[in-house]
C-alpha cells in the first residue's frame, strides 16, 4: 500500500507542477526558518549549562530598599563568601570573584612578546565551582598563592607557543610585577557568559585600590560577585530564608536583603524590578519561538488550502476507491503519507537552505552555530517535520477523504459553508501574522533609531577612550597635558565610569536631609576638564576647577537634587564635610531601558580611563598621535581603545538583532502568505474558467474580469487587517514599555503595514487575475 501511495504521488506531482512546485517553497521556506530559530534558541537555553554542577550553582545578589522601590545588584561583599562556608552547612563552596568586565584587560608579557588580555580575580574555590576545566594543575591549589597565574590554553599557546612545561614560567604583568604560571585551563567555551583569558588570586591585589573591595572584611563593601555550590539534597527554599537574614544579622541597619538567584538562568532573565525577577533574554527566546511556530502555521495553511482547493481533480481517483471498497481510513493513510512525503522532500530543502545561509545568519546573530548532526539536532528536526507533516496534512486528509462515492463519481463536489469559511479563514490567519511581523519590524526599528539618536545630555561622537595602565596611570596629569597639545585632539580627561553601565552607588547624607529619605547614588569619579570633554551642560554652579581647589567638592545631576529635594543646592554639605560645587544636566548612563537616577561626580585619583575628543574627520591621524604618546610613556604596553559611540551601539545589539531577525522572518512569512494565495487565486480562476469565459462573452472588459477575481481576496486581506492592528498593537506597547524612553505609537506604523500587505496581496492575486482574464473565452465555453 505504501509503494502504491509513493506511486500515486510522484504522479500527482507531474500532473500537478505548479502546486507542488508552491508547496515545496513554502514547506521548505517554513522549516528553514523554524530551523534557524531551533538553532538559535538551542543555544540561548545551554548559555551557562556546561558547567557540571550548574543546576547547584547560585549568585548572591542583594535588594536595596529605597524611597522608590526595590533595586537589585548582583554584586555583593567580599566576606560574604567565607561566611556561607563557615555558617552555612549547605554550601560546599563559595567564591567572591571581580568580574572581567569590571577587571579589564591588563598587559602580559613573556621576554619581547607582548600583549592584551582579559582577566579576573576569583577566591581560591573558583575551579571547584565551575568546570572551566584544568589541563595543568590542581583546582584546590592552583590560585592558593598570590603570586600564581592561572591561563587559559590559548592564552598560553600565544604567550608560550606551546602548552608543555608552562607550569612555573613567569608571566610579567603589566611591566611590574611577575607572576607565575600556576595551571592552564582549556578555553572558555562560547555558552559562556563569562569570558576570561587568565585569572589572579583575590589576594593578588590585597593592598591596591579599588581591587582591594575584594579582600576587606568590610560587610559595607561591594563590587565582587559572590558565587557558590550547594550540596546535593539542599532545600533551596530554606537556604534563601537563612541567606536573607545574613545582613541583618551582622548589621540591624544594613538595608540591604541578599537573595541567591540560579547562575545559570542569570542570562535569560537577568531582569529585575522592584526585587523581583520580571524577564530579560528570555523574553526573545520566547518571541522567536513564536515565530517559527507561527511561521510553520503559514507553511501549513498553504498546504491545507491548496490541497483541498485542488480537491476537483481527484474525484474520479477517490470515487473508484471508495466504490471497490476503500474504507475512510485507507484515504487517511494515503493522504498523511503524502503530507510526510512532501515534508520530508522539503526537510531536505530547508536543511539545504540552511548550510548555506548559515554563516550569514551567524554574522547577524553574533554566534558561531553549527548544523551539527547530533542526537539533540536530529530529533529536533525530525520532529519539527512530524509536526509540520501531521499538521499540514490533517485537514486535507479528514476533507478529502469524506466525500461521498456516487456523489464524486458524478463528478460534482458539494461545497459546504464550512468548507468554505474554514479556507478563508485560513488566508484570514496567514495575514493576520503576517502583518503583525511586519508591525513588529517597524516598531522596533523606529525604537532602535530613537535610541542611537537620542539627546543623551553628553556628545557620544568622536569620544575614544583606552584604559590608563603602567606610567600612564602613575603620571596622568602630565600624559592628559600631552595628550591636548596634540593636533586634532579637542579636550582630554579621565573617569571611572564606561559611560554605559551601571558603575557603584552609594547612599549619602546632607544638610537638612529628611530622615526617611533613602536615596542611592550612583558614584562616577572624574579628573578635571571631563565634563567639558563631554559636552555636558552645567545647569547651576560651575564645573570642577583646579583654581577653587575641588578635590573635596561635588557635582549633581538634576534627577539626585530632586530626590534631595534641595531647592538652592550649590554650598550644601555632603557627608559632613564636601560642598556641592554644581548641578550638571541629566544624562543618560544606561541603556533607555532604564531612567537616569540620582549621581554625583567627584574627583578622584583612581580613576582608570582615558576620554579624549577628537575633532570630526581628525580621527585616523589623531590616533597615531595618541599611540606614540601612549608608547612614550608605556614601552611594551600594547595600546587599545574603543569609540564611545560603537560601545552605546552595543547596548541595543540584542534589540538590533532582534529587528534584523524579524525583517527576514516577516518577509518569509508575506512570501509564504503570497505563494498561498498565488495559488489559490490560480485554482479560483480554473475553477471559474466557465463563468470568466460567459462574462467575456456578455461584454466585460479584461479590468472588470480583473477586478471581480481580486475582491474575493482583498476583502480576505482587508478582515486580516483589522484582526491583526489591535493585536499589534499591545504586543507593541508591551515590549515599548520595557524602556523607560521610548517612541509614541503612530497610526502610520499600523496602516503602513496594512497597506504595505494589500498591496502584496493584489500583485499577487492580480497577476494571476490578470491572466485569467486575458484568456480566450472559446476555450472556456469548449470544455463545457
Known sequence: MLKHNIKLFFRNINRNLSSFLINIIGLSTGLACALFIALWVSDELGVDKFHENHDRIYQVAENLQFS?????????????????VAQMPEVEYAAATIDPSWFGKHALSVGDHNLKAQGQLVGKDYF????????????????????????????????????????GRSIEYEKSRQFQVSGIFEDVPANSTVQFDFVLSDKAYKDEAPWNSINTDHWGSTGPQVYLTVKEGTNIDALKVKVAKIRNEINENDLRKSILIPFSEHYL?????????????????????????????????NFMNLSTARASKRLKEIGVKKAVGAKRKTFLFQFLSESVLMSIMALFVALVTVALLLPHFNTIIGKQLALQFDLNLVLLTLGITFVTSLLAGSYPAIYLSGFNAVTVLKGKLNRSIGELWTRKGLVVVQFALSIILIISVIVVYNQIKFAQNQNLGYNKDNIVYFKAEGKVKEQLPTFLAELKKLPGIKNASSTTHSMIGHNWSTSLEWEGMDPDNETNFQIVGVDYDFIETMDMEIVAGRGFNRAFGD???????????????????????????????????????KSLHDKVEPLFMAIMPEVNKVMVRIEAGKERDAIKEIHGIYQAFNPGFPFEYEFLDDNYKALYASEQRVATLSKYFAGMAILISCLGLFGLAMFTSERRKKEISVRKVLGQTVTQVTVMLSNEFAKLVLVAILIALPIAYLLANNWLSGFAYHIPLQAWYFLGAGLAALLVAMLTVGSQAIQAANRNPVDGLREE
Open 551 to 589: 578635590s573635596i567638592g561635588m557635582i549633581f545631576n538634576e534627577t539626585a537634587i530632586k530626590a534631595m529635594g534641595l531647592e538652592d543646592p550649590i554650598g550644601t554639605i555632603v557627608a559632613g564635610r564636601i560642598p556641592i560645587v554644581g548641578v550638571v544636566k541629566d544624562f543618560h548612563f
Open 269 to 301: 532573565h537577568g531582569t529585575y524590578k522592584n526585587g523581583k525577577q520580571i524577564g530579560g533574554r528570555i523574553e526573545y527566546v520566547e518571541l522567536f519561538s513564536m515565530i517559527a511556530i507561527l511561521i510553520l502555521i503559514i507553511a501549513c495553511i
Open 128 to 167: 571547584n565551582i565551575f568546570s572551566y576545566n584544568l589541563i595543568e594543575g590542581d583546582e584546590n591549589q592552583v590560585i592558593a598563592d598570590p603570586n600564581s597565574i592561572v591561563i587559559s590554553k590559548g592564552l598560553a599557546l600565544k604567550l608560550f607557543g606551546t602548552t608543555e612545561n608552562v607550569v
Open 68 to 84: 522608590d522601590g526595590i533595586q537589585t545588584m548582583v554584586e555583593s561583599s567580599a566576606p560574604m563568601a567565607e561566611y556561607l
